[in-house]
Every structure is written in C-alpha cells, then in structure tokens.
C-alpha cells in the first residue's frame, strides 16, 4: 500500500476550533474529484455512496458499493505458476441511485460550464451528511442555487437517500430535472499503475424492473459471482404548480423527468430514498429482491427525511460518546482526526459476518479487495471503540475458514491459509511473492482475535469461533516451519509487511506474531476442550505448537546490535539514497523488484510494527537501537508504515518525530498525501492515526492480556482525552503535560477496571478518577535521522 | 526446462548397427504426432520444416518456422510491475510450402480413416532428408502407395523441397493432388503447461501475390514485429497423359491441384521446391522479396532434387567428420547421440549473426525463445564442432547489445543485462524470478566468449565483438555486487540454474562464473588495450574487476563440508521425499514455488554445473561430496541437468551413474522423457550428452585455455571416439578399456597440439598418435543415492 508523503497540494487554510467536526471544500475542485468522492464518502458498513456530484458528472470514479458485492474475472499469466489463483473478485458498483441531473434551459448544470458564482460541501461529522450548495449561472445566463443533502442511513442498513432542491436567483427559469437510476454507469481507467482497480465493462445483466407512479425498481445479476442486487427509488416532489412529470426505464435505467418554469422563491424540491438489496442469485428471486428494497424505499419515504436525519445524530452521538478523541493544541489534527474516527465508525457499521474492506466502500482501489489492513489496522482500533464490530469481521474470516482450509490444501500445506485479498474468500493475489507469501495474514488474524477476546473478556466467541481460526492457523505455522539442528524454529521463504523484501527467511514480525498465534492456539484449546476436541486437538498437539512458539528463531545482529528483519537483512547492501531523486518515489514505480528486494530499503515498518504488536519481546535498549537502524532505511512508500513508527517513536522518547508521524497517518486523506485517496480513504492509515495516538502518546499496551499505559505527550498537544471499552467498560483517558486521568464515567462504584500506569497497578472504580502524575521524558538523544528528504514533514 | 524422467511410451525395440544412422517409426503413431514431428524436423539453421505429415493433417502442431520470425504480444500482468516486459516475441509459422494433400475418388487420404497397410519413415542421418512410405486403402476400397522424400537444404538456405510420388496398389484409381502453400494455417492451443507457447491467431497479414504457370509466391508481414516473408514454390510435374492441371489463389493460400486418373505402375510424380525469404518490413519492399524467393526456388527446380541431395551429403560428410561420436557396446545409444549431433549439425547452420534457439526450429515451446540453453550447453559444444557457427551466435549477442544495455538501464544497473528470454532481443520474461533475476545469462555469454576465443585462438573476434560482451557484462557485475565488512565481494538476490531456487544470495554457479566473466573481461581488455579504450576502459576499472573476482564470496558449509548451491541453502528444510508420488512430478506443477523455493530440492545441476563449469575451484573431495549431496536431492525436472550430472559423476567415480544420466540425457527426445517433445526438440540436452560423453568420460576440461583430459570409460562403452577441433586441428580422441590415442589426422608433421592426458603433459603431431595407458578408476565407494524413484534409469 505505497504513498508518497509529498504533493502538490496546496496546504489547507488553518482550521478553526469551529470546524472541527466538519469537512468543507469550498472550491470546486474540478482537478480533484476523485480526491473528493472520497474524502466525502458516506456509507454504512453495507452501503457505499462516494461523494460524486449530485449530477453525476464530471466525476473522478462514479461509485456506489455494496459490501462484499462483486464480480470475478479472470487472471492470466505471462508465465503461469502452481496455485497461481485464477480468478479475481472486483468490486463493481451497485446501480446508482444518487443522480440528480438538472437543465436550466437548454444547458446540463455542469460545473465544467457557465460560472460558478459559489460552491460549498460540507461532510458533518456529527450529522452524517453531506451538504452542498451551490450557485450557478448557465452559459445562457440564468443562474440557479442547487442546495442537497444525502446521507447513507446509520440506522437502516438498505437506506441511503438525497435531499435536493433548485430555486432561481434572479428571473424565472425553465428546468428540467432528471432524476436516475442507472446500472452498469461507465466507469474510467483509473491508470496504469498495479494498485488501481480492475475495470469490467458492463458488470450487471438486467433481470427484472418494475415502475410504479414516480418510484422503481431494477434488478440486475453479475454473471460469474452469482450476486443479485435489486435496487429501489421513492421519490417525494414538492414543485410548483404547473410541473410536469414523466417516468422512463431501460433495462438498465429508471429516470424520473420533473420539468417546468421557476420563479425566484419557489424552489422545486426532490427527495430521493434509496434502498438497495442484495443476494446470491440461487437465494431470492428477483421479484422477491425487489420486493424487498422496495418496501425499505417506502418506509424510509413513509418516516420522512427528517426521520433519516434523526437517525444518523442518535447513531453518531452514540459512537462519538467512545470513538471521539480530543486534541487541544493543534486544530488541523483535532479535525483530521475527528474525519478519521468518522471513516471508521461508517466503515464499522458492518455488521452481521461482514468484514471492512481495505478501502471501505469509499472507492474501487484494490479491486474493493479485503487485505491484512483490517485485522493488522482496524480491528485492533473497533476492538475498543465497536468491539461488536470486531466480533462481526472476525465472524467473516470465520465463514471463509472453508475456502482458507482449501487453499492451504491446494498449497501441499496444513491448516488454513487465509487470502492476501479477497471479496468472496478466496485467494485473488495475483502476485505470489507479495501475496501468498505473505503467510502473516494468518496470523495477524489470529491476533485480532487475541485482542479482541483480551478486550472483551467474550469467551462464548473464542469457543464457538476465535477457537477454530486460532488452531487452523497455529497447524499452518506448525506445519510450515522447520527445526534447524541447534533446536530452533524457522519460518522461511515468507513475506513480511515490508513489501521491499520478499520471500525471505525468518521475518522478526512474521516469526514473532506466528508465537503468539501458536501460544494463543494453545491456551485456548486448553482453555476450551471441548471445542478443542471438535477440532481434533489433542495434547500432543497443543505440546507442539508450544515447542515450536518458544523455539522461534529471532534473527539478531550482534554486531550492530539490532534485529534483522528478517534473516541477514543487516548485511544485505544499502540503498543509494545518494543516487535517489525526489521524483523516484515511490520506489516501486522506478525500481526493480530486482533491486529492492536484496537491499536494505524499507518500504514500509516491518521490525518497528513487531515492536509494536509484540512490546514485551524486545528491551527498551533494543526497541531505542531498532528504532533509529530502521527509522535511517524506512522511506514509508506505504500508509501503513507512519502509524507504527509514531508509536515506536513515541516509546523511546522521540516524541516529536512521533508527533509529525502521527499527523503523516492522519492527514494521508484529507492531504492526499500519497496522491492515492482517489481510489478510495486508506482506512488502515485513519486507524493507525488512532493507534499513534493512543499507543503512542497514550502508550496503550494490551498483548500480554492486561491494559497498561505509559503516556506521554508531545510537545503539541496540551491535552489529549480518548476513551475505549475494557470488558465492557467505558473508561476515559484524560493527558495533560502535568498528568493522566483514568475515570469510567458510565460505572457505578461497584464496578471497577485494572490497569497500570508507568509500571504502576491502578484500579479505576465507578465515579471516581484516578490521576496520576506524567513521569518527565527521559532525553533519548538526538532524532534518529530519516532517508534523505523522508522525514515527515515538520507541524 | 522441466522434464518427468518417466514415460509410458513403449520401450524402443532393439537398435541395430545398421540403424545407428537412421531413426525409423514404423507405426503410424497418431496419438504421438507432435513428438514424432520434432524427432523428424529438418532445418538448415534458417528455413525449419517440423516433421508434419505431407498432406498436413491429423497433425500434432503443424510449423515450419524461420530463425528470427516472429510477432509480438502484448504481455499483461493480473499484478504489474516496474520493468516486467510488456511484449514478448513468439515465433510464428511462416507459409507452410510443404502441403501435398491427395484425394483418392472422394476420399482425402487421411491416416484416421481407411485402412494403413504399411507405414513408415526414416530420418536419415548421413543424407539429411526424411523419407516416407505409405500404403493406405481408402474406405471405398481403392489401395494408393505414396512416397515422399523431403529436405531442407543444408548448403542453400532459402530452399526446401519435397519429392513426392504416388501410384495405385491395385486397379486403377481418380485421384486429385492437391498442393498448398498455405499461410495462417490453423494452430492447436497445446496445453496449460506454463512451458508450452502462446498462441497468435493469423499472425500474418497477405501483402502480395503472384502466379505464373503452376508456381507462385505469397508474401505476408507480421503486424506489429515489422517483418515481412515472402515464400516461393516451384513445382516440377510428372503425370500420366490427361491429367489436368489448376492453380488457385487466394490472399493465404497458393492452390495447385492435379487430376487424373492412375494406373499400377504409372505412378504421378511431384517435386515441390521452396524458398523462403525474410526482411525487415523497411528494408524490401514486398515485390523485391517475392522476387528472391521466386529466383531461389526456380534455381533449385533447375538444378533439379538430385542436386539437393547432393548437396545435403556433401554438407554433412564434411560435418560427421569432425562431429561423429562412435560409441561401441551400445547400439541404442550410439544410434541416440548421432540423432542428437544431427539436429545439433542442423541448428548449427545458423550462421550470419543468427543464433539458435531452445528448440532451434524443431519446434515452438517457450515461445521460440532463445535461453541461456544455447551459450550454456549448446555452443560449447559447437566450439569444438563448428566454431564458426560458436561466434555467429557471439555476433548475434553482440548485435543485440544495445538492447541489453538499455534494458540494464531500465533495472538501473550498470553495463548490459541480456535478456532471459527473447528471439528480437529485448526481455520477454513474464515471471522476473525466474527471468529477469536469473543474471547468470551474462556470464554464460561471457563464458561461451572464453571458451571460443581459448579453443580457436581468435583473438580478432575477441578484439571486435568478445571484448564488448566481456566487459559490459563485468561491469554488470561490478555494480550489482556489493561489499561486505569482512572484505568480501557477494552477489545478493541473483536466481542460479536451478528454478526451484530463487531470489537468492551468493548462489555459487553465478559467483564463480561471475569471477570468471570479471576476470576474463580484466584479461582481454589488458590484451587487447586499444579495444577496450574504445569502450572507455580504464586501468583502475580492470584492477577492480579483478578485486571484486579475487574477493567473490562462496558459501561453503563447514559442518556437512559441502558447498551451498546459495547461501544458507543446506540449512534450509529437506524436501519431503516420502510424500511426494511418483504422479507429483514435474513439482512445479504441483507444488506452489513458495513449498519448492525454500526447501533442498533441486530442480537441475547448479552447483553441480557449476563443478562441471569451473573445475579448478573445487578439491576433488570436494567434488565427491558434493555430488553426493546434490545428487540426493536433484529430482531432474529439467532436462539441462542430466548432462552436468553425468560429468561430475564420471569425474569422481560413479561411471555406471553417469552412463545413466548420459543415456538419460541422449534419449530426452527420441524416448520423450520429459513428454515435452512434441514442442521442440531440447537441443540443449541433446548437446548435453556430447558433453556427457566427451567431458564426463573423455575427461575434457579446458577451462584454464588448456585442453586436458582425464578420460575413463564406464563398463558399457568398449570404445569411444570423438573428434574436436583446436586452434583449428582437427584432434581424435579414440578411448578404449586399455588405451587413449591422440591423433591429428588432418596435420601435417609440422603441426602439433598440446594436451595433458590424466596430469601429463603431450604433445600430438600430425602422422603420429599419441596413445597412452587408461590408469584404473579409483573405487569411489557406493553410488549415492538419488531421490527415491528419481535414479536414473539404469542401463
């Protein structure tokens, strides 16, 4: 997942405290709709409206995404290989119920033409909306005001609907309005390069449509994945007298033509409710899909926009009463973190065995594909803030386990082996040495469910389903790894989440997550033997995985006195920064893999994030050492890597360059940094701006089972206040420069949370807070030195 | 190149003396078309005809292939990289001339139906033609025979031709002849398998076309390759009286078709001659070509098909003198090695700064690329054959220098990288892995330069064309190679011989042959100063060539006390021998490369072949061991690796071994070992097996510019004879259990040779052989094992 850090954006104007729960562009951006469709994505875990122009054009990528809703095509090889998958899923987009179009006079409102006298959209982050208003005067000379407001419903998971209204500015005008809903919209080759998406041409057959007075219904399939999504529209109208109407429909279009004269003051108004449905074609015919998302149409016309509206506040205040994170000393990074959170709770609607893509539903990048970013990035945030959420994406991996199990056997290998990325379960990586190979997806899985069950306390799910993907995996790492004669145990030939390296042996992250995954394995078949026995685990085999879990080899240089990321990383040549433009990152696009691998450039934190997933198998002295060794060959071409080397930062003290980090993973959207936000929002970086914040600064740790803190505040924020769930528990936490509060403000004095702080145990009782004073920062020396030019900009 | 050791092919019956110059199939063979069509093509270097039926179907893969003839496609990637190939070249068919179909009454002769009384056809290899008879019933009854004899002449390129003849069996019969030239011809998708070649459907595109009397002459181009072809037929009639005669045409297709009625005894005769000429589409413009091919094919007409046959005797008389092996004891085998010193004697007419493909043009697996095959096993032996072909082959490497080293510039290294794969000279490796990383191919170039220029003394070609090949390919290595503390020089995530390794540090083979090729390079550009100033080479870029040679790291494992093929590999996990079937062979189609890359198990000779390649860098106790321990874990799915293990395994004592791999080596195609026949012939295990026999029992090494050998012959040979050519003398070697002579029976008494016979230095002078004692061959204790099931079969 490459970024460049750099771009030619112009820098935001300040923020004001103001705008702190809002996302506003006032420009129009012709150059940057792609950028903004995602920046002003809504969606509800199910649905996903990007932010495209109610009018549909000009648009950057045209989108409206159903979870888990696809279409596979085929992957060819110039030089085919064993177990090279065959097929691909891409997420295609769902019909398009958004559209709008409007004619004033003869002439398309298109931004593209006349003048725009002013243009504003505003994504509400308390309200889940987007807002926009506009003034236009066409070519002709006839100005109009366009106001909306859609949202994709919190609440009700089929339901997105647009509010919309246009009232002259001056004279009377003649307007048509076009209102669509249209299958299978063009959608453009996004680029060259190997992250952009797939692009089928016509995705859905159409199968069933239906009219009825203004409103509709069109039923379309995908023709390989066997998916069926019925979509329906309600319309409500409020135009002047004298407005005439008419309903058209295609196979792959319903249109709804409003037409008719305006007078300054009598604003024609629409309201469209959208509801869409989807099911595996052998499921639920198409009349019955139909049925379906028209009933949820009407209901939602029947309860009133306003009823939507009320809605997304309850759910929202809700989850903002957890997720919000208030940042005193730095406006921007209040806002940007504000915007992150609000990516995440959308995203962490999915509920009901669905999992979050790497992009959300907020664009196509990556074929809409599932990777490690999920468990590796944004469980380990929703097992605090939505831990149901976790639950529930957990759930997914667990009903794929058949397809995993598959595909460990069609690999000659045990246990199961989970997608690199996928929609529908199965492997679709069409790069093995990136792909395949990188077997830690497994265990970052497993660990999500380590965190989630050590957060939760939620055993009932660890028998019936955390059980089955801790054993499966933890029977991968036993099976796939060998004893050398001196008694340790190897993992080789794999790939780390450094994608500069591949294929290498005894990767520190891979080695030591597969630890905790065989560890993990084993204390809860002991744990639950019943559900063990189910799976035909025996002591023996629990003894096994223990074995094996304290035999890890851990490739260390003593000579430099750091790990090796991998196996004889340390000695492998360095990279010539000397002889690397600005213009050759990312390195991917400029360089062979042929250079990268066997060099020491990093792409993205490798060793860093195993210092922060597996805290306590490193000494302070090391975690200081491995910082600045990799911190001087890390160029972070990846939006995973700043969140992690914030956090690392930040632990040995380095708390400026941790701070500058944290606002790189925050603002990797809202800038644009990677110049990828096109393709859809980087939610593994929104979630890893959490983590900075709250491991880094906050020095959260959980992995040995119990919750600790080592907070410590950068120079740049005065206050920082987080919350997060602890077995049920509300509990805040509260840094100044001066100390750290821990209070549960929904408890009753009966309940209570342990924790430590700065080595110290606390417990946190109902109603009253414990505060603590902030230990001074021990100097940890000069800023270990970045690549040249790749250090994070300076706030 | 991957093979399977077994076949269910039949065994071949006895092979009489009388038969060793001929290859005869007596059955129609249907189910094994292709493979008969490689075992009978014939081919002049330039022109090759595959051994397809006359009258074209059933057919296994029809062709008829022109070196350098090819058309590109598009490569496309399901994950893209930086500097993948976004073309590769795939040789096409030109117009295939050598179509005589027949009808009898209505009915076309076809080998699946009717009835075939007698079928057969013989590869001769002293007059260089295919012969074939045919007695074949019609379902309506009517008995036809049909001789054929067909040639593609040796000493005239352009031209091929086919005497073909027939006459009824019985009564009298109608037949129809009908004569095609025939462009575009149909050809079959052969299979799955990675290795096979892609198929372009009516690669050419009809530019001109002509007919005068029964002759013509079609020309066609490619369309994106820019080639163009134009194709000649000339046919001499000879019907009964009242026989009618008509030419057809069309935009791909030539038509002559005669009919009549025949009488026993009065056969109808037909003589088709062809040529064949090729250009670049800017260089002739397509009448021009049509008049080259018109002219060649007329003069041969007029010269008549005796004078063909003629010729082919006169060219191979003088070819056998010097290539004729005679191995006495075994008559499969030696009838074996002079089909395979044939089609070596075929390819090697490639002469014109043309090289030889994989396949040569026998066939089109791997695309008619041409691999490391040919500078690695195929002109080294050509070397001693025909050196003049040897540096046609260098000439074309050089020629494609300019690509080579903008490809360098692409993967941003220094000097020249040539291609893996390629026939126009540009990288058409669509798996970097097993392409792009495996750089070896430069000091297999740089190697073939060496060992040309030490066996003819050309020290003209050296200065003109050797030099730059030399040094643009050490200062490949130069820059590619890094330091280490300890003062070594190493060569990180380079890919060796053997595909079931790869990406891998300091592999072996590459590190020596890269000492080698630095080395080399340092001593022709001290020889030659003028040259290498031309090329900007200056004192202290050779004194680090020579540093970086001195210093080149070999990974050796102190506890086995073998080498490591690469670093690390005998530490990495064995190979599950025990549960791998005999049905899981080749591994590569059933195993995933991430099982096979991290594991010992051995595709083909590496380090072996690189004990066979650089002699002198290895002990010979070294040597034993580490035959012992490669040979344990080579599984040979390649069929490059037989050959090299049969030197290394004559070399330390393992004679009846060696005898297997030899045979194994020499009976590739005519048994079809590896069931990949029917793609091509492998030249390059062809040429193996001279090398099998002449290096491993012959005892040849030259790689110090000496010329030794250490000969000892196993119990099945009586007597081994080989000829070679040094500085220009022609050398006989005549082996038996008792004796080695060394004659030079072309010199003069002037005229000596220097060799060393088992470490003692003698000298050969014309009129009188030299002949020495054959010492005893030292017990070299028990054969090691191989992996189970994967011995060679034993003889």
């Known amino acids: 997942m490459p970024q460049t850090r750099t771009s030619d954006r112009p820098p935001a104007g300040p923020v004001t405290d103001d705008e702190s729960w809002?996302?506003?562009?006032?420009?129009?951006?012709?150059?940057?709709?792609?950028?903004?469709?995602?920046?002003?994505?809504?969606?509800?875990?199910?649905?996903?409206?990007?932010?495209?122009?109610?009018?549909g054009e000009p648009y950057g990528m045209p989108g409206s995404y159903l979870n888990g809703f696809y279409e596979e095509r085929e992957l060819s090889y110039p030089e085919d290989g064993y177990g090279f998958p065959q097929l691909s899923d891409t997420a295609v987009s769902a019909p398009n119920a958004a559209l709008i179009r409007l004619w004033v006079g003869d002439e398309p409102l298109d931004l593209r033409t006349g003048t725009l006298r002013t243009h504003e959209r505003v994504l509400d982050l308390r309200a889940g909306t987007v807002e926009r208003y506009t003034e236009w005067i066409s070519p002709a000379g006839h100005g109009v005001r366009v106001r909306s407001t859609r949202l994709v419903s919190l609440p009700r998971r089929p339901v997105a609907a647009v509010r919309w209204a246009v009232e002259p500015l001056d004279g009377p005008v003649e307007v048509r309005i076009v209102a669509d809903l249209l299958a299978n919209q063009r959608v453009p080759e996004r680029s060259d390069d190997p992250?952009?998406?797939?692009?089928?041409?016509?995705?859905?057959?159409?199968?069933?449509?239906?009219?009825?007075?203004?409103?509709?219904?069109?039923?379309?399939?995908?023709?390989?994945?066997?998916?069926?999504?019925?979509?329906?529209?309600?319309?409500?109208?409020?135009?002047?007298?004298?407005?005439?109407?008419?309903?058209?429909?295609?196979?792959?279009?319903?249109?709804?033509?409003?037409?008719?004269?305006?007078r300054p003051g009598e604003p024609a108004r629409l309201v469209k409710f959208a509801a869409y449905e989807c099911a595996r074609v052998d499921a639920t015919p198409p009349e019955e899909l139909a049925d379906l998302a028209v009933r949820e149409a009407e209901d939602a016309r029947a309860d009133g926009f306003d009823a939507l509206l009320t809605g997304q506040r309850a759910v929202l205040d809700a989850a903002w009463r957890v997720a919000d994170v208030q940042l005193d000393g730095d406006a921007e990074l209040q806002q940007a973190i504000r915007f992150a959170i609000f990516h995440l709770i959308q995203a962490g609607r999915a509920e009901g065995d669905r999992t979050i893509p790497a992009k959300g539903l907020t664009g196509n990048g990556y074929d809409g594909h599932v990777l490690w970013d999920t468990e590796g990035y944004v469980l380990p945030v929703l097992t605090y803030l939505?831990?149901?959420v976790a639950r529930s994406a957990l759930r997914w991996r667990h009903a794929h386990l058949?397809?995993?199990?598959?595909?460990?056997?069609?690999?000659?290998?045990?246990?199961?082996?989970?997608?690199?990325?996928?929609?529908?379960?199965?492997?679709?990586?069409?790069?093995?040495?990136?792909?395949?190979?990188?077997?830690?997806?497994?265990?970052?899985?497993?660990?999500?469910?380590?965190?989630?069950?050590?957060?939760?306390?939620?055993?009932?799910?660890?028998?019936?389903?955390g059980l089955d993907l801790l054993v499966e995996t933890a029977r991968l790492w036993h099976g796939f790894g060998h004893w050398s004669d001196t008694g340790a145990f190897h993992l080789h030939g794999v790939t780390g989440p450094d994608e500069y390296s591949a294929v290498v042996d005894d990767n520190v992250f891979?080695?030591?997550?597969?630890?905790?995954?065989?560890?993990?394995?084993?204390?809860?078949?002991?744990?639950?033997?019943?559900?063990?026995?189910?799976?035909?685990?025996?002591?023996?085999?629990?003894?096994?995985?223990r074995a094996a879990a304290d035999a890890v080899f851990i490739p260390y240089d003593r000579k430099r006195g750091v790990h090796q990321q991998s196996a004889g990383f340390t000695e492998q040549p360095e990279w010539n920064f000397a002889r690397t433009g600005e213009d050759d990152y990312p390195l991917?696009?400029?360089?062979?893999?042929?250079?990268?691998?066997?060099?020491?450039?990093?792409?993205?934190?490798?060793?860093?994030?195993a210092m922060q997933r597996c805290p306590g198998e490193f000494t302070a002295d090391e975690k200081a050492r491995n910082v600045a060794y990799y911190e001087a060959r890390t160029v972070r071409d990846s939006s995973l890597s700043a969140s992690p080397q914030a956090v690392l930062a930040a632990e040995v003290g380095h708390l400026d360059l941790a701070y500058d980090l944290f606002a790189e993973s925050v603002l990797q959207d809202l800038a644009d940094l990677g110049d990828k936000t096109g393709d859809g929002l980087h939610l593994a970086s929104l979630a890893g701006a959490w983590l900075a914040l709250v491991q880094g600064f906050g020095g959260l740790r959980d992995d040995r089972g119990v919750l600790s803190f080592d907070p410590r505040l950068p120079a740049a924020i005065d206050r920082l206040v987080f919350h997060l769930y602890w077995h049920?528990?509300?509990?805040?936490?509260?840094?100044?420069?001066?100390?750290?509060?821990?209070?549960?403000?929904d408890a009753d004095p009966e309940t209570s949370v342990d924790l430590w702080h700065h080595g110290e145990p606390l417990q946190v009782?109902?109603?009253?807070?414990?505060?603590?004073p902030m230990p001074p920062v021990p100097d940890p020396g000069p800023e270990p030195p970045s690549p040249p030019g790749r250090r994070p900009a300076h706030r």
């Open 22 to 55: 809002r996302i506003r562009r006032t420009e129009a951006d012709l150059h940057r709709l792609a950028e903004t469709e995602s920046i002003f994505a809504l969606g509800n875990g199910w649905v996903g409206w990007r932010g495209n122009l109610d009018e």
């Open 195 to 262: 992250r952009a998406a797939a692009v089928i041409t016509d995705p859905l057959t159409a199968e069933y449509r239906r009219c009825t007075g203004h409103d509709g219904v069109l039923v379309h399939r995908t023709e390989r994945s066997g998916q069926r999504v019925a979509v329906a529209v309600a319309h409500q109208v409020d135009a002047p007298d004298g407005f005439g109407s008419d309903v058209d429909r295609t196979p792959d279009r319903l249109r709804l033509t409003l037409a008719g004269t305006l």
């Open 386 to 388: 939505a831990p149901r």
């Open 402 to 465: 058949p397809e995993a199990r598959e595909r460990a056997a069609e690999l000659r290998l045990p246990g199961a082996t989970f997608p690199w990325r996928t929609i529908g379960g199965r492997e679709c990586s069409g790069y093995w040495p990136a792909g395949t190979a990188g077997l830690h997806v497994n265990a970052d899985i497993a660990d999500a469910v380590l965190r989630y069950v050590a957060a939760t306390g939620d055993q009932e799910f660890l028998a019936e389903t």
């Open 510 to 545: 891979t080695n030591l997550m597969a630890r905790r995954n065989l560890r993990g394995a084993a204390d809860a078949a002991e744990r639950h033997p019943a559900a063990a026995a189910r799976l035909g685990v025996d002591p023996a085999e629990v003894a096994g995985w």
């Open 588 to 609: 991917l696009l400029h360089f062979p893999y042929l250079e990268l691998y066997r060099k020491q450039v990093v792409k993205q934190a490798d060793l860093v994030l």
């Open 728 to 745: 049920g528990q509300r509990l805040r936490v509260t840094l100044t420069w001066n100390e750290a509060r821990y209070e549960l403000p």
């Open 765 to 772: 009782t109902g109603g009253t807070p414990v505060i603590r």
